[in-house]
């Protein structure tokens, strides 16, 4: 059964920390997209990559946020520093592109700045 | 550039009772269109999706959404609700060349009670 996996699924934080959050996306799926969620803006588009290039990254806060996919089974979001406004939810989802337009969702890593 | 309107962001019905959650796009070229379900603490599942073809699709749960072009609609049913149908519902789109990457409505937030 293939899944997204996400690690870690919780992580507390104190502000200015470093927070590093993986995905490992399906096997073969060459997109994958980093989300945030939170109750006040709902569920928002922060990168996507493809065949492992940024292909749009306007989501995301470029003074301490950034996203990379060091091999095709890895995908990162790295938060430095942390703030509470970050607390929020974040979903990594995979896809596998070619005609396929379908994303699978990993169970997210609910973090939560202090 | 597309959108999607989610127009009722709740929906309170009664165990048994059908439902209809509405979703209406709006794009210049041709699209793809999802739903996709969200339970507590988790992340997002594909229902069901329409690539091309018959414009009924039929989910998983029982569930079947219509497209309809003319209407630039694609809202999503189920004959008789259960109580854990309860969770947040979202409508999706995409186009061809996108990417993969979906354009997500606010969500509409499935409540069944008893």
């Known amino acids: 059964d293939a899944r997204v996996t996400q690690t870690p699924r919780h992580k507390v934080t104190e502000m200015g920390q470093e927070v590093t959050m993986r995905c490992q996306p399906i096997l073969g799926h060459n997109t994958v997209f980093w989300y945030r969620q939170t109750m006040m803006q709902g569920l928002e588009l922060l990168a996507y990559?493809?065949?492992?290039?940024?292909?749009?990254d306007s989501g995301m806060p470029k003074d301490r946020f950034s996203a990379e996919m060091p091999d095709a089974t890895l995908a990162t979001l790295k938060i430095q520093p942390s703030e509470p406004r970050d607390s929020a939810v974040y979903f990594c989802?995979?896809?596998?592109?070619?005609?396929?337009?379908?994303?699978?969702f990993g169970p997210g890593t609910r973090l939560t700045v202090t | 550039a597309q959108s999607v309107t989610q127009l009722d962001s709740q929906v309170p019905v009664f165990e048994e009772a059908p439902v209809e959650l509405r979703c209406n796009y709006s794009s210049s070229v041709s699209v793809y269109l999802f739903w996709y379900v969200q339970y507590p603490n988790q992340g997002l599942q594909l229902l069901l999706k329409y690539l091309s073809g018959s414009t009924l699709v039929k989910g998983i749960n029982g569930f079947e959404a219509e497209f309809n072009k003319s209407q630039t609609s694609f809202h999503l049913r189920k004959p008789s609700v259960h109580i854990s149908d309860t969770a947040e519902y979202f409508c999706?789109?995409?186009?061809?060349?996108?990417?993969?990457?979906?354009?997500f409505g606010a969500g509409t937030r499935l409540a069944v009670h008893p």
């Open positions: 990559f493809r065949n492992r290039a940024p292909l749009d």
């Open positions: 999706a789109v995409t186009f061809s060349g996108g990417y993969n990457k979906l354009i």
């Open positions: 989802a995979s896809g596998a592109g070619q005609g396929a337009y379908e994303q699978y």
